[in-house]
């Protein structure tokens, strides 16, 4: 599965949240390291979903970039 990952960057770090999957957070300090940590975090995140016997919801988030 694919899921949108929203990526914000602070001051000093960057933080990353999957919509489709609340809760589901990582945050680092570069954007590399946000990355692969979100991908860790979304594999925990299914994983103990199914464990609890919750269905994994498709991915339904898009992106669009509006420019102005």
Do not use: F, W
Not at 35 to 45: G, K, P, S, T
Not at 47 to 54: F, N
């Amino acid at each position: 599965m694919q899921y949108v990952v929203i990526i914000e960057s602070g001051q000093n770090s960057y933080g990353a949240y999957v919509p489709d999957l609340p809760g589901c957070v990582a945050i680092a300090t570069t954007k590399e390291e946000v990355l692969e940590l979100i991908r860790e975090a979304i594999e925990l995140h299914l994983e103990s979903m199914r464990e609890e016997g919750i269905s994994i919801p498709e991915p339904s988030s898009t992106i669009e970039y509006v420019q102005v």
